[in-house]
Protein backbone atom coordinates (compact mmCIF):
# COMPACT_ATOMS: atom_id res chain seq x y z
CA UNK A 1 0.00 0.00 0.00
CA UNK A 2 1.40 3.26 -0.73
CA UNK A 3 1.82 6.05 2.05
CA UNK A 4 0.01 8.48 2.28
CA UNK A 5 0.80 12.61 2.66
CA UNK A 6 0.98 13.47 5.97
CA UNK A 7 -2.03 16.11 6.49
CA UNK A 8 -0.73 19.50 6.50
CA UNK A 9 -0.58 21.20 9.96
CA UNK A 10 -3.87 23.65 10.70
CA UNK A 11 -3.37 26.53 11.49
CA UNK A 12 -3.59 27.59 15.15
CA UNK A 13 -3.30 31.03 14.93
CA UNK A 14 -3.59 34.60 12.95
CA UNK A 15 -1.54 35.36 10.32
CA UNK A 16 0.42 37.95 9.91
CA UNK A 17 -1.49 40.09 7.44
CA UNK A 18 -5.02 38.99 9.64
CA UNK A 19 -3.25 41.16 12.47
CA UNK A 20 -2.51 43.66 10.46
CA UNK A 21 -5.95 44.47 8.89
CA UNK A 22 -7.70 44.25 12.20
CA UNK A 23 -5.14 46.46 13.58
CA UNK A 24 -6.23 49.25 10.20
CA UNK A 25 -10.06 48.63 11.17
CA UNK A 26 -9.36 49.53 14.59
CA UNK A 27 -7.42 52.72 13.85
CA UNK A 28 -9.93 53.56 10.88
CA UNK A 29 -12.97 53.24 14.11
CA UNK A 30 -10.58 55.04 16.86
CA UNK A 31 -9.96 57.93 14.23
CA UNK A 32 -14.00 58.21 13.73
CA UNK A 33 -14.33 58.24 17.38
CA UNK A 34 -11.84 60.87 18.21
CA UNK A 35 -13.08 63.10 15.54
CA UNK A 36 -16.41 62.93 17.07
CA UNK A 37 -15.52 63.42 20.26
CA UNK A 38 -13.43 66.60 19.47
CA UNK A 39 -16.44 68.23 17.50
CA UNK A 40 -18.54 66.68 20.63
CA UNK A 41 -16.28 68.83 22.82
CA UNK A 42 -16.03 71.74 20.47
CA UNK A 43 -20.00 72.00 20.53
CA UNK A 44 -20.55 72.30 23.88
CA UNK A 45 -17.62 75.27 24.16
CA UNK A 46 -19.35 76.95 21.76
CA UNK A 47 -23.06 76.51 23.44
CA UNK A 48 -21.68 77.32 27.15
CA UNK A 49 -19.86 80.52 25.56
CA UNK A 50 -23.38 81.60 24.23
CA UNK A 51 -25.38 80.66 27.21
CA UNK A 52 -23.09 83.08 29.30
CA UNK A 53 -23.41 85.58 26.71
CA UNK A 54 -26.96 85.28 26.48
CA UNK A 55 -26.90 85.30 30.48
CA UNK A 56 -25.22 88.36 30.20
CA UNK A 57 -26.92 90.00 27.87
CA UNK A 58 -30.34 89.27 29.96
CA UNK A 59 -28.52 90.68 33.44
CA UNK A 60 -27.31 93.68 31.15
CA UNK A 61 -31.07 94.35 30.17
CA UNK A 62 -32.37 93.97 33.40
CA UNK A 63 -30.42 96.74 35.24
CA UNK A 64 -31.20 98.78 31.75
CA UNK A 65 -34.56 98.75 33.23
CA UNK A 66 -33.28 99.73 36.73
CA UNK A 67 -31.49 102.64 35.44
CA UNK A 68 -31.98 106.48 35.32
CA UNK A 69 -29.18 107.70 33.17
CA UNK A 70 -30.02 111.28 33.68
CA UNK A 71 -29.44 110.51 37.77
CA UNK A 72 -26.24 108.48 37.06
CA UNK A 73 -24.99 109.14 33.47
CA UNK A 74 -22.07 106.12 33.37
CA UNK A 75 -21.22 103.40 35.96
CA UNK A 76 -20.81 100.36 36.95
CA UNK A 77 -22.90 96.92 38.55
CA UNK A 78 -20.67 94.29 40.02
CA UNK A 79 -22.18 90.91 40.00
CA UNK A 80 -19.26 88.79 40.83
CA UNK A 81 -17.74 86.99 38.32
CA UNK A 82 -18.16 90.04 35.98
CA UNK A 83 -19.40 93.54 35.85
CA UNK A 84 -21.48 95.70 33.67
CA UNK A 85 -20.72 99.15 33.00
CA UNK A 86 -23.16 101.45 31.14
CA UNK A 87 -22.28 105.05 29.68
CA UNK A 88 -25.41 107.44 28.75
CA UNK A 89 -25.35 110.24 26.25
CA UNK A 90 -28.50 112.54 25.90
CA UNK A 91 -30.02 112.32 22.41
CA UNK A 92 -32.75 114.83 22.92
CA UNK A 93 -33.34 118.33 24.79
CA UNK A 94 -34.10 118.15 28.42
CA UNK A 95 -38.18 119.15 28.67
CA UNK A 96 -40.47 119.16 31.09
CA UNK A 97 -42.82 116.71 31.56
CA UNK A 98 -47.12 117.74 31.03
CA UNK A 99 -49.15 117.07 34.31
CA UNK A 100 -52.24 115.42 34.10
CA UNK A 101 -55.17 116.53 32.40
CA UNK A 102 -53.29 119.27 32.15
CA UNK A 103 -50.75 121.88 32.71
CA UNK A 104 -46.93 121.39 33.29
CA UNK A 105 -45.33 118.10 35.41
CA UNK A 106 -42.95 117.95 37.78
CA UNK A 107 -40.10 116.28 36.41
CA UNK A 108 -37.64 117.31 34.21
CA UNK A 109 -37.29 114.40 31.34
CA UNK A 110 -34.74 113.52 28.57
CA UNK A 111 -33.85 111.10 26.05
CA UNK A 112 -30.64 108.84 26.25
CA UNK A 113 -28.85 106.44 24.33
CA UNK A 114 -27.16 103.89 27.10
CA UNK A 115 -24.62 101.49 25.94
CA UNK A 116 -23.67 98.46 27.99
CA UNK A 117 -20.99 95.96 27.76
CA UNK A 118 -18.78 93.72 30.07
CA UNK A 119 -15.32 94.57 30.08
CA UNK A 120 -13.60 91.88 31.36
CA UNK A 121 -15.51 90.25 27.87
CA UNK A 122 -14.11 90.70 24.81
CA UNK A 123 -16.57 88.21 23.13
CA UNK A 124 -19.44 90.41 24.33
CA UNK A 125 -20.83 92.78 21.70
CA UNK A 126 -21.98 96.08 23.69
CA UNK A 127 -26.01 96.54 23.48
CA UNK A 128 -27.13 99.67 22.90
CA UNK A 129 -31.08 100.99 24.24
CA UNK A 130 -32.72 104.31 24.55
CA UNK A 131 -34.04 105.20 27.82
CA UNK A 132 -36.40 108.01 29.26
CA UNK A 133 -34.11 110.21 31.78
CA UNK A 134 -35.91 111.72 34.55
CA UNK A 135 -35.75 114.12 37.70
CA UNK A 136 -38.19 115.12 39.86
CA UNK A 137 -38.67 118.84 40.36
CA UNK A 138 -37.94 120.65 43.58
CA UNK A 139 -41.35 122.11 44.55
CA UNK A 140 -39.37 124.36 47.00
CA UNK A 141 -37.58 125.95 44.52
CA UNK A 142 -40.29 125.88 41.63
CA UNK A 143 -43.38 127.29 43.38
CA UNK A 144 -45.20 127.20 39.53
CA UNK A 145 -44.53 123.38 39.69
CA UNK A 146 -47.98 122.65 41.66
Known amino acids: MPARAADPPTSAGFTLI ?38 RGQNALALATMLNPMDAPQGSFDLGSYRIRWRAQRIGAVRQSSGY ?5 RFTVALYRVVLDVPDDPKFTPLEVTKLGYHLI ?6 SAE
Open 101 to 105: PSGRG
Open 18 to 55: EVVVALVILSTILLAFYEFLSSALASGDRARTAVASYD
Open 138 to 143: DSASNP
